[in-house]
């Protein structure tokens, strides 16, 4: 089954780490990736900060086109992060496989999927 992992966190937070902390954070982010790719085909993406982000709101009459805001709007501290995309046999095998990349500096969800269509690739 497809699983996302997603990362929550306060935006900020890991910049403004020591470099020896933010080195031994990313140490499980690179063995996440090594084991993932040792399997097969993952995805992972890091979010740009919420400054460069847009919204779109929907208005009350569906043939009205949304109206466009600057930013998220989340009442919360907490922003989200990044995501990992790859496929586990269990829960249990995706929740072995998040523990890699747990710190005390982000929240971890995973929740599994369901693939709606399209074709990504790495960037060029």
Known sequence: MDYAILI???EGTFERLPPEKQEEAMEG???LQAALEKRGAYGTVKLMPTTSAVTLRPTS???EKPTLMDGPFAETKERFLGIYIAQFDTLDEAI???EM?????VSLEI???AWAGGVLGAPE
């Open 29 to 31: 982010h690179y063995a």
């Open 111 to 113: 929740r599994p999927i």
């Open 61 to 63: 009459d569906i043939h």
């Open 96 to 98: 072995s496989f998040t």
């Open 8 to 10: 929550y966190g306060t």
């Open 101 to 105: 990349i747990s710190s005390p500096y």
